[in-house]
């Protein structure tokens, strides 16, 4: 009897990265990673990167922001990453980029960073890195037909209180609907003895800056461990078929908006990716670090500019002057991205 060969056939893993966490903002960027995915054999918890331990090598598109617990960076050797529109918040840098953390990311160049931030900062420790975008700007790849009519009404998504207020007293006609992307019912911190401690690290924290004027102290990573511990804790009892729903949801809402005016990023970059008036007004100074590079595509306002905006202008003129900017780089950085997380995900 002639043998017979059998061939192994090892088939490629799918990871989606999911962020168990309160902002809605995060469940948007995985669904605009799933957009482009096959399929998903594994859900990869981003804040524990390194826990992952699967039979096989997983394919994993490490798009958003980065982390809560950059003790878990860098991942696991069962991950293959494709590292695009990456964020890299300012207090997990310092552990993210030590010597392990920057071995890891030359493995994998050129990084793509979602803001000029986070391409400078790589750069600085020696990473090639370029400007790609963020991922949220595609999402017309797949969920374009969301758009139906667009005439819905003007979506106000965690404003501060005094523009709401403004907005409403002003235009007292016009049809706002007000929504948040915290998806927190009930505050992690809101057991007394957790509000006390969490008061009692962040008054040490706010002294100790003052005094040593650096952040890297034992009292602020001790707050920083504290609250990420609570949030995710609370946040990861949100199963993400839940989330992603939620995300869909709110898709569905920006992409029939009359406008959108907002102070969430990933309120403003998924309403200019379906082509909606969009007016974003920056919370703080800190979060401008996180627009850097992405504020060409948008009508931004300080929060002051925007209130002397109001006094002087009609809320109809308003909205038909905030359409997506630029259109022409816009739509070459969304195709490269497009490209490029298509190209990770189908090549072999």
């Known amino acids: 009897m002639r043998g017979t060969a059998t061939a192994q056939v090892t088939l490629l893993k799918y990871g989606l990265l999911a962020a168990y966490i309160a902002n809605l903002g995060d469940d948007i960027q995985t669904l605009a990673a799933l957009q482009f995915y096959p399929r998903v054999d594994v859900i990869i918890h981003r804040e524990y990167l390194d826990k992952v331990d ?24 069962k991950i293959l990453p494709h590292f695009t529109s990456m964020h890299i ?39 090639k890195s370029y400007f790609s975008g963020c991922l949220t700007l595609t999402l017309d790849y797949r969920f374009g037909c969301l ?14 209180k005094h523009i709401l207020h403004i907005l409403r007293k002003r235009f007292r006609d016009e049809r706002f609907v007000g929504i948040t992307q915290n998806m927190l019912n009930r505050n992690p911190f809101a057991n007394p003895i957790d509000r ?15 005094v040593l004027r650096t952040e890297r102290c034992v009292y602020v990573d001790l707050a920083r461990r ?19 729903r939620l995300a869909l ?34 919370a ?33 003129k308003i909205c038909q002057n905030a359409y997506p900017r630029n259109i022409d780089e816009l739509l070459i950085l969304k195709k490269e991205l497009i490209k490029s997380v298509n190209h990770f995900l189908k090549r072999g």
């Open 54 to 77: 699967c039979e096989d090598d997983v394919k994993v598109v490490m798009n958003g922001w980065f982390m809560h617990r950059p003790e878990a960076w860098p991942p696991s050797s």
């Open 89 to 127: 918040t300012p207090s997990a840098a310092p552990m993210m980029l030590n010597s392990k953390g920057v071995e890891y990311f030359r493995r994998y160049e050129p990084i793509g960073a979602r803001d000029k931030f986070t391409e400078r900062l790589l750069r600085s420790s020696g990473i």
């Open 147 to 160: 758009r139906k009519h667009g005439d819905g009404p003007i979506l106000l998504v965690d404003l501060p």
């Open 196 to 210: 006390c401690l969490l008061k009692a690290l962040n008054l040490v924290t706010r002294a100790l800056r003052g």
């Open 226 to 244: 504290y609250w990420s511990f609570k949030m995710l804790r609370h946040c990861f009892k949100i199963q993400l078929l839940e989330r992603l």
């Open 249 to 282: 949801e709110r898709l569905y809402l920006l992409s029939n908006a009359r406008c959108v005016i907002t102070a969430r990023l990933h309120i403003a970059l998924p309403s200019i990716a379906l082509n909606v008036p969009t007016i974003f007004i920056p």
């Open 284 to 316: 703080s100074r800190g979060a401008m670090i996180r627009v850097s590079g992405l504020l060409k595509f948008m009508t931004y306002y300080t929060p002051e500019k925007f209130v002397k905006v109001l006094e002087s202008c009609d809320i109809e």
